[in-house]
């Protein structure tokens, strides 16, 4: 069953309690279902719907993503262990990209998103061959900047 429209906190409260390895799953289930790249893209694009919207003070330069087609703005809160996020782009594509990020990552300790092969799962999506070359690269881009985050929360104070 695709769920398109479901609200972000539910899904995020759901999916930090899953291993981020079953979310993956159920996003590939969920694409396997959709067949075609066409629809896959469309379906990036709902996911981008529901995105929490981000607030003005979070649209800073500071959390604009670097190598982005498109403007994307990505906000970082700590959780006591667990790193959050807040995203939002100027772009259906983008936004819909950023909120599949967000769905796999949102809610983790930074350990967990540090050992997850980003690359390897976008692959299993067919997500990357679906987009142009610079979307993909802002693709990348977004995981990246997640991953700097990760990093920056898991080194001592």
Same mark, same amino acid.
């Given at each position: ?28 289930? @969920? ?19 529901? &995105? ?8 800073? @330069? ?41 769905? &796999? ?25 679906? &987009? ?15 991953? @700097? ?9």
């Amino acid at each position: 069953m695709v769920v398109v429209n479901a609200a972000a906190a539910y899904l995020a409260r759901m999916n930090a309690e899953a291993p981020i390895d079953a979310v993956l799953a159920e996003l590939v289930e @969920e694409f396997d279902l959709l067949g075609d790249w066409e629809g896959r893209i469309e379906y990036v694009i709902e996911l981008g719907k529901d &995105l929490e919207p981000l607030p003005d003070a979070d649209r800073t @330069e500071a959390n604009k993503v670097p190598g982005c087609a498109a403007q994307v703005w990505l906000a970082v809160r700590r959780d006591g262990d667990r790193l959050s996020f807040l995203a939002d782009s100027d772009s259906a594509l983008s936004k819909g990209n950023i909120a599949l990020l967000l769905r &796999l990552y949102s809610g983790r300790a930074p350990a967990e998103i540090l050992a997850f092969d980003a690359r390897a799962a976008l692959d299993r999506l067919g997500l990357p061959s679906a &987009l142009t070359r610079q979307r993909a690269n802002g693709l990348n881009a977004m995981v990246g900047r997640i991953r @700097e985050a990760a990093l920056a929360a898991a080194r001592p104070q």
